[in-house]
């Protein structure tokens, strides 16, 4: 049989025709695929349905496959006419599912992989994607750094594997590995701006997480913290033009507002703080009935309720040979505090099209502009919302005639009271981002089942700041050294990458059962960064806003840079008859990154799997549709450091007015990269015809040679060497649950996803802790890196509570010499969730819809470091108060938590325990609502379908955290120091109602 | 189906099809591996050729110039110039006088003292070898490379009491390494004074370009630093000879108006000045002097010298403070230093030396030698100083009491010069005068802690007592 020539079945084929109907309504589907098994030989359905296919014989077999419905094998038999009848999944098994450089169905996968249907997120507003996977997949944790919109997101996948090189995913838009994180060359107080908020997430149709080993390897130097591939919406074939309208409007409001004290009970702690400190408050201008005549709550004065607004048309559609997707979306998001704003604009367009049977090329287009207003916040001393909370009330944001009070005015408080007011409507922050993501592909059949595709992209992504601080505000006027006159800073940034993949696909079967498919490639990329910048100062008058006005332009810069990437990439997969299932992955990856000797590395994994449900043993379990075990072990990398760090350099240095050239780094020509052994191992099930599915992963992964801007002695002349040193290990368990509880008029399901990790720094150069985030009073720093601790471990003095007849903190001495010192500096606590996850409920009958998302994080603690300012015990009399300072001990006995007050005084304020609590919480993160209009209803107006909605996010909360939101982090970003709120503008809710029309 | 022997040829193309991939990506790996960097120089090309050795130079100058801010914050904070006003604990500690060893400004100095150090090894490693250097220059930068090395461990071994002795730039060496008794440190130091003192260029009366004379080393600016040195050492014959050497040299002279001291740069005055430009000036940086003082105020002058600045005894050098009104409220007494402008006033540069201080280390040496009266006496440099300040002149003749006038002199002329620690320690006088400051003053304060971070790093290092 064997022996027969192809070319001989193919003049012998049979030709096939039929219809494809849906068994729930009998309606045609258009756009099915129809393909005889184990060939490349393929068709779609068309507009009614219908299809034509030529088989090789009678023992050929049909597949019929279509993202959202059961997949099917037909045998062909005698028959030349074979009507399909397919049914909407209702389970992921047969669910497409993108692996980096192809696709395959889900229950063909060896490795971990978590996928989200935008479905999942329609209702929820979300900026950007990254945001869409918040409490969605397990093993995937993202938080929301603040409440600025279009702000930046913490993602982390499986933990955090790396000290100092980022611990971002790699986001692959369309086959692209697109710019995330921050592109603005400006922080606004520890937040930065997220590039992945230009792109519009309902132009998403899948979202894949790869999670373990034998998933990532094809990505190989860069995967060690996951990779996230987006695909965005295609036309299908044979279907009929579509066009859908969607309009959602809305308000915003901070959650939850600080509780802090009024003038007169701010005046009474100040007073009672100096007199403990034995001075005489009058003569420090504390005086009842005169401080206190003013009581502002700048809190309310700063902050308002946004508007939000989105508005999308998309249209869709094409033939058996052409098939586009179009869209447009209009975004504008008020921030909560005065003058922040969020406007985006983008545009979407995607075009197949198959020229032959053998060629097909095809486009993918993203552009978008996002305008983002800007006000300076966290822990900016003249930030907005900063600013507020630490105003004294005593001051007044306006005059009796409503102008703003600045710092000519007797009445403007001055160093650290500037009118936040002002902070926020009188500068201009804006930045204007323009991103340009545009691939051009072309595939071949060079032979049969041996095709080439080579696909070009671009990521083009122009960043324009244009700044001013006019005289009336802290910069502009109050800080001499700064702007004096007006303060203004215009620059402009170019940031782009260019990527060539080239692959070979083949896939062969013997024997029946036997598959074959390999996949080999090459890729090069390169990545190009052009930046400009130009301050000015001392302009004529405040009528004067842009640096061409300016008196003096005395800072400038412009600087290019440049890195590259080389890779080969080879993946093989087997499998028998779909039961015993193997991939074995690798790819070889040079950088720019590093030196000669070790640019290059190569990242191999193995993964195999036992579909055990296919076996005849277990075929008296009538319930179990599927059982698969998987197991995998590979290594992945990470080579995300600044450039040039292996070099020893030197950079221009200034003296006088002449410019030399000083020390800038030390050389490490070994610096190589950093690689995470992963191991994995996964159980998928599904029971009772897929209404229960359980996917349960286990993991083991050790990263090591750590990228590590490992701190030396300064008497060597530097403090840092960037160095391979030392193991991270991260070790948990997911578990997802899907399940249909009611599946009738009422139908009811249920996901629920819970993960735990735990991370570990295993060594490290040596046993000294190394210090990061803030410096700490009376000890180092907040956070501490050390052997045996996971990242984002405080550090801090223990606070064993107020000493009921002094009124004084009392801290562990830890060494015991009888004094409290930075060497009694311990761990105190760790920002490391022990379990996170999401629970969504969705009901829906006859056309009515609800969800109930719930999102939650338990066991991590937050460094409310706010209240080293808000419950300072007396350090300044300059800030205003947290109401939890009114427990403070006053007289002998009292028993409390929060010391005396003392003016003056740091040492009841030492970084210590006290200011660490329970981040734990539980957050009902959206509900929404919808009803689709009956069709008969719309019917005659040529509509399709029409459907209203409301959502809300954010609404209820339940934590222990006595700040506003457990879920912020000032140092967006940051690895070593997560979880700290420090003047963190508080997550906003969001009600709005939405409308969405097709036609 | 495909048959066998065709799987096995595609298979073969499918390999060659590889291999021609593969060797068109090892072609186009350079290209795209080693991008060169814009604004950087990889060490090995850092001091190779003749050209190369202004632009190490001014390095060298750079690293000196990093050390101004935080040696006057520890000259004049640790003392009772100050009272915290801001935020910063640094600074608060400074104000209580609680000061820690994980003070960011106690890490600042040492950095910037080491980096010097590092720059100065590689210059007396490297220049020696690179070939066509001319002979001069070649003295020259190295004698300028002793100095700074010299100046860096003067300033060491007087905040942080023993001191490692760097001497290498190798890494190893320099990574786990003790420290070496003060008295051990001041000997190089004064060795590394000595041989700069051969071989900097000379200057004479005739060189009026102010500027150059106090921005670049030459025999006169080095010999005041030599004065410096010998004061510090109680070496009153050499301090006082030394002193007359500058003094007498006619290359610097003192300035008519006190108040030009306190708003100008690279006045006739100026002994050693490190500058800076518009727009490499440390604005808002973490010791940015303008901005501690006059921007945040983070500090601001202490009630007692404040008086002390503003009677008549001081005379014009009250010019030293300014008071708004608007700003007395609470403990703020309104006082701002006005030594340190911003960019773009004409007062952004940090003096280490000026040829006042000159006549004071004179006066001291005279004093302590029994030189009181008369022509080459104490008190005749003392109303050098007293005239030119438009302040009525001394006219003791009690050795303790004109060593005591001394001590006030540094202060009406030199406040936040950053000397007044360093004084106090020198002569004695701290504990007596700190005690009746601050509450909390205690005598391990007479030396700064080593950095928090460089005891944890390197275990050779013992932290000083009280820390």
């Not at chain 1, 099917?72 to 399909?84: C, M």
């Not at chain 1, 710019?179 to 606004?188: H, I, T, V, W, Y």
């Not at chain 1, 015809?689 to 060597?716: E, H, M």
């Not at chain 2, 935080?70 to 915290?84: C, K, L, R, W």
Request: aromatic share 10%; net charge neutral.
């Amino acid at each position: 049989m064997l022996a027969i020539l192809p070319g001989c079945l193919l003049a012998q084929g049979v030709r096939i025709t039929g219809r494809v109907i849906s068994v729930q309504d009998g309606q045609p589907l258009p756009g099915v695929n129809i393909q005889v098994k184990g060939t490349t030989n393929g068709v779609s359905s068309d507009a009614n349905g219908n299809y034509s296919i030529n088989v090789p014989g009678s023992a050929a077999t049909l597949l019929a496959t279509s993202i959202g419905l059961i997949s099917q094998e037909i045998a062909v038999g005698n028959r030349t006419t074979i009507n399909i009848q397919m049914q909407e999944s209702i389970n992921e098994l047969t669910q497409v599912v993108v692996t980096g450089y192809n696709t395959t169905q889900r229950k063909d996968i060896s490795s971990s992989i978590a996928s989200v249907s935008p479905d999942k997120f329609k209702d929820i507003p979300v900026a950007s994607f990254d945001q869409a996977l918040q409490g969605q997949a397990a093993g995937v944790q993202v938080s929301q750094s603040s409440g600025t919109p279009g702000g930046g997101l913490m993602v982390r996948i499986r933990g955090n594997t790396s000290i100092s090189a980022s611990n971002r995913p790699l986001f692959i838009v369309d086959g692209v590995p697109v710019e995330n994180g921050a592109l603005g060359g400006r922080e606004f107080g520890g937040q930065t701006d997220n590039a992945l908020a230009l792109f519009n997430p309902n132009d998403i149709e899948s979202i894949d997480v790869l999670k373990d080993a034998s998933a990532k390897a094809i990505y190989g130097s860069r995967a060690a913290n996951g990779v996230v591939l987006i695909t965005t919406k295609r036309g299908k074939a044979n279907q009929k033009t579509k066009f859908t309208a969607d309009v959602q409007q809305g308000m915003i409001d901070i959650i939850r507002r600080p509780d802090l004290l009024n003038a007169t009970e701010l005046l009474d702690l100040q007073r009672e703080a100096v007199i403990n400190a034995g001075q005489d408050p009058d003569k420090l201008g504390l005086i009842r009935g005169v401080t206190d005549g003013q009581n502002t709550d700048w809190i309310n004065s700063v902050l308002r309720k946004g508007v939000y607004q989105q508005y999308q048309l998309s249209t869709q559609g094409g033939n058996d040979k052409t098939q586009f997707y179009l869209s447009g979306s209009y975004r504008n998001e008020q921030g909560i505090q005065l003058n922040s704003q969020f406007t985006r604009y983008t545009g979407q367009f995607k075009f197949d099209h198959k020229a032959t049977d053998k060629l097909s090329f095809g486009m993918n287009l993203t552009l978008s502009q996002v305008k983002n207003k800007r006000v300076k916040s966290d822990n900016f001393l003249d930030g907005v919302y900063s600013g507020a909370l630490k105003s004294l009330p005593y001051y007044s944001p306006y005059n009796e005639q409503g102008r703003l009070y600045g710092p000519n005015d007797p009445e403007y408080g001055g160093f650290p009271n500037f009118n936040p007011v002002g902070q926020a409507v009188l500068p201009r922050f804006e930045t204007y981002t323009i991103k340009m993501l545009v691939g051009l592909y072309g595939e071949y059949e060079i032979l049969q089942n041996l095709r080439f595709r080579s696909k070009i992209s671009a990521d083009y992504n122009n960043i324009t700041e244009d700044q001013f601080e006019p005289s009336t505000t802290a910069i502009g006027g109050f800080l001499p050294s700064v702007g004096g006159q007006g303060y203004g800073v215009f620059s402009s940034a170019n940031v782009s990458k260019i990527v060539n993949t080239n692959t070979l696909n083949y896939s062969y079967q013997l024997a029946e059962k036997h598959h074959f498919s390999g996949t080999a490639g090459f890729e090069l990329q390169q990545q190009f960064e052009r930046r400009g910048s130009l301050q000015g100062r001392l302009f004529p008058s405040d009528d004067f806003t842009y640096i061409r006005s300016a008196g003096i332009v005395d800072q400038g810069d412009s600087y290019k840079n440049r890195n590259g990437l080389v890779s080969l990439i080879g993946e093989v997969r087997y499998d028998y008859d779909e039961k015993y299932l193997a991939t074995i992955t690798s790819r070889y990856d040079g950088s720019s990154r590093f030196g000669q000797n070790r640019r290059f590395g190569l990242f191999p994994s193995a993964s195999v799997a036992w579909r055990i449900s296919s076996e005849p043993f277990m075929q008296q379990f009538r319930f179990l549709n599927d059982l698969k075990l998987r197991t995998s072990f590979g290594f992945t990398g990470n080579e995300q450091i600044g450039d040039y760090q292996f070099l020893g350099t030197w950079a221009s240095a200034t003296y006088s007015g002449a410019t030399g050239v000083g020390p800038a780094a030390l050389a490490n020509p070994n610096l190589q990269w950093e690689r995470t052994r992963e191991a994995n191992i996964g159980l998928d099930a599904s029971f009772f015809s897929g209404r229960l599915t359980f996917t349960v992963d286990a993991y083991d992964n050790l990263t090591n040679k750590l990228l590590f801007a490992q701190p030396i002695p300064q008497t060597t002349g530097f403090s840092t060497v960037q160095g391979n040193i030392g193991e991270v290990s991260n070790r948990g368990v997911e578990l997802t649950i899907s399940s249909v509880n009611i599946n009738k008029a009422v139908r009811w399901s249920t996901d629920f996803n819970i993960s735990h990790n735990q991370n570990k720094v295993i060594s490290l150069a040596t046993d000294q802790p190394v210090f990061r985030g803030y410096s700490g009073n009376g000890v180092s720093n907040t956070n501490v890196i050390l052997p045996g601790q996971p990242l984002g471990t405080f550090w801090g003095l223990k606070f064993l509570g107020v000493d009921p007849a002094t009124g004084d903190a009392i801290y562990d001495d830890k060494n015991g010499d009888g004094r409290i010192t930075p060497d009694d500096g311990q761990v105190i606590g760790n920002a490391q969730a022990k379990l996170y996850g999401g629970l969504t409920n969705r009901v829906s009958w006859k056309g009515f819809d609800v969800s109930v998302f719930l999102q939650f994080s338990y066991g991590n603690s937050i460094l409310n470091f706010t209240n080293t300012t808000l419950v300072n015990t007396g350090a300044d009399i300059q800030s205003n108060q947290s109401r939890q300072a009114l427990k403070r001990w006053q007289k002998e006995g009292d028993i409390t938590s929060v010391p005396r007050y003392v003016f003056q005084d740091t040492y009841n304020n030492y970084l210590s325990s006290r200011f660490l609590e329970d981040g734990s919480f539980l957050r009902l993160k959206n509900v929404s609502v919808g009803y689709n209009l009956p069709k008969k209803w719309i019917e005659r107006f040529k509509i399709t379908n029409t459907r209203i909605y409301a959502s809300a996010t954010n609404l209820w909360t339940l934590t222990n955290y006595s700040g506003p939101d457990p879920e912020v982090s000032t140092l967006d970003g940051s690895t070593a120091a997560q979880g700290i709120d420090f003047f963190t503008l508080p997550q906003v809710k969001t009600v709005f109602v939405g409308l969405t029309i097709g036609f | 189906m495909p048959t066998g022997k065709d799987n096995k040829d595609n298979m073969i193309r499918f390999f060659r099809y590889s291999i021609v991939l593969t060797l068109a990506v090892l072609a186009s790996c350079q290209q795209i591996l080693e991008p060169k960097p814009v604004d950087l120089l990889v060490d090995d090309l850092v001091l190779n050729e003749p050209n190369d050795v202004q632009p190490v130079r001014i390095g060298l100058y750079n690293a000196f110039r990093s050390m101004g801010a935080s040696n006057m914050i520890a000259g004049d904070f640790t003392a009772d110039y100050i009272q915290a006003n801001g935020t910063f604990n640094d600074y608060i500690q400074f104000g209580t006088k609680r000061i820690t060893a994980t003070n960011d400004v106690v890490d600042v100095l040492w950095n910037n003292l080491f980096s010097t150090i590092y720059v100065a090894n590689f210059i007396l490693e490297r220049l020696p070898n690179v070939s066509g250097v001319k002979d001069d220059t070649r003295k020259q930068v190295l004698a300028e490379a002793r100095f700074m090395r010299g100046w860096a461990n003067f300033i060491g071994a007087y905040t942080y009491g023993d001191l490692p002795k760097v001497t290498t730039t190798d890494n190893q060496t320099n990574t786990q390494i003790a420290r070496t008794a003060k008295a051990d440190i001041l000997a190089s130091v004064l060795a590394d004074y000595q041989a700069a003192l051969t071989d900097l260029p000379a200057v004479d009366a005739t060189s009026t370009n102010a500027t150059t004379n106090a921005t670049y080393l030459n025999k006169t600016n080095c010999r005041a630093a030599m004065a410096r040195f010998y004061l510090y050492q109680k070496n009153w014959a050499q301090a006082e000879a030394l002193a007359t050497q500058v003094i007498t040299s006619g290359v610097y002279t003192l300035l008519t108006n006190y108040s030009d001291v306190v708003t100008k740069d690279f006045t006739t005055e100026s002994v050693l000045e490190v500058g800076y430009a518009l727009s490499d000036d440390p604005g808002t940086s973490a010791t940015g002097l303008n901005n501690l003082l006059v921007g945040r105020r983070e500090v601001i002058p202490s009630n007692q010298l404040v008086a002390a600045l503003i009677s008549t005894e001081a005379g014009t050098r009250s010019q030293t403070i300014t008071f708004n009104a608007q700003q007395q409220r609470a403990s703020d007494n309104g006082w701002t230093v006005r030594k340190y402008g911003t960019a773009s006033e004409d007062n952004n540069n940090i003096v280490y030396i000026r040829l006042a201080e000159l006549y004071l280390i004179r006066a001291e040496a005279r004093a302590q030698q029994g030189k009181l009266t008369g022509a080459t006496g104490a008190v005749a440099d003392l109303n050098v100083l007293r005239t030119r300040a438009k302040a009525p002149a001394i006219t003791l003749t009690a050795q303790a009491d004109v060593l005591l006038a001394v001590e006030r002199e540094r202060v009406y002329e030199l406040a936040f010069e950053g000397q007044r620690w360093y004084d106090l320690v020198r002569t004695g006088r701290v504990q007596a005068v700190m005690s009746a400051f601050s509450p909390n003053w205690d005598s391990h304060y007479e030396l700064w802690p080593i950095p928090q971070r460089e005891i944890q790093l390197n275990t050779a290092l013992v932290q000083n007592p009280g820390y």
